[in-house]
């Protein structure tokens, strides 16, 4: 008896159904793996002070690779940890903290988030520090004021305008020697080091102090906007330091609009 061959219709439709069940297979490995890659990558992570201005600014170091990125997370924002913008967290690559913040940081690998770290925030206050602490010196002071977006703020993409640094009352700490020559530096710092990446320096028009030189205000032409996240420095010599060795509360406005609280120390 002759062999019946496969109709060439049957034929293609069973290669098509093979193909379909390996696809299936396939794409179902591949999920699995994307799913699950395997656990959290490995990264160490390790923080670092640097003085400026009397004041401790910390930077957290990645001491491992594992081919991913790492980047913190405090509220809505993500700050990657990629110096040289490979696509990667290199060992040995930084990102400053920002102050008075807890973050969280996390690991972003096979398309997975995993946290790797926590840090609670407490390196310090970096919005006013002195050169000198001694009490009722007349000295430098430092402001570094870190611009946050704020919903009705209306300081982010506009024009800097102002600065007013107020002082606690009965502190004794006076600004009202502080004259524009006495203003040595003022600018954004915007790549997360102690340094002053646009100075905005021949922007200043006017400096006085009110409230019996407790209040120092800064005027500018506006002719420099503040981006988000830029970090707003001042440092001006001829301030004089609290009479009385102690923690005092200081603030910092810039264009009226939101007010940061600090503290200064001296003794």
């Given at each position: 008896m002759a062999e019946r061959a496969i109709s060439p219709v049957l034929g293609t439709v069973l290669l098509v159904g093979l193909v379909l069940i390996l696809s299936a297979v396939g794409f179902a490995m591949f999920q699995t793996m994307a799913d699950d890659p395997g656990g959290a990558p490995t990264v160490?992570?390790?923080?670092?002070?640097?003085?400026?201005?009397?004041?401790?600014?910390?930077?957290?170091?990645?001491?491992?690779?594992?081919?991913?990125?790492?980047?913190?997370?405090?509220g809505d924002?993500?700050?990657?940890?990629?110096?040289d913008g490979?696509?990667?967290?290199?060992?040995?690559?930084?990102?400053?903290?920002p102050p008075r913040n807890a973050v969280t940081f996390l690991a972003n690998d096979s398309e997975q988030i995993y946290e790797v770290d926590q840090f609670d925030g407490g390196n310090g206050d970096c919005l006013t520090?002195?050169?000198?602490?001694?009490?009722?010196?007349?000295?430098?002071?430092?402001?570094?004021?870190?611009?946050?977006?704020?919903?009705?703020?209306?300081t982010v993409g506009n024009s800097l305008n102002?600065?007013?640094?107020?002082?606690?009352?009965?502190?004794?700490?006076?600004?009202?020697?502080?004259?524009?020559?006495?203003?040595?530096?003022?600018?954004?710092?915007?790549?997360?080091?102690?340094?002053?990446?646009?100075s905005v320096g021949g922007d200043l028009q006017s400096v006085s102090a009110s409230n019996g030189g407790r209040t120092l205000e800064l005027g500018f032409t506006g002719n420099y906007n503040v981006k988000r996240d830029d970090e707003i420095i001042v440092r001006y010599d001829a301030v004089k330091n609290p009479t009385a060795?102690?923690?005092?509360?200081?603030?910092?406005?810039?264009?009226?609009?939101?007010?940061q609280s600090g503290k200064i120390r001296v003794r």
């Open positions: 160490d992570l390790r923080t670092t002070d640097l003085n400026v201005d009397g004041c401790s600014l910390t930077y957290v170091v990645a001491d491992g690779s594992h081919g991913g990125l790492v980047f913190y997370r405090a924002q993500r700050v990657l940890i990629d110096d490979n696509g990667k967290t290199d060992a040995g690559e930084t990102v400053r903290l520090a002195a050169g000198r602490e001694k009490p009722g010196a007349r000295t430098t002071h430092g402001i570094r004021y870190d611009v946050e977006y704020y919903s009705g703020s209306g102002e600065i007013s640094i107020s002082y606690e009352s009965g502190s004794g700490a006076d600004a009202s020697g502080v004259t524009a020559d006495d203003v040595v530096a003022v600018g954004f710092d915007r790549d997360d080091d102690p340094d002053i990446d646009v060795a102690g923690t005092y509360t200081t603030s910092v406005n810039v264009n009226g609009d939101v007010t």
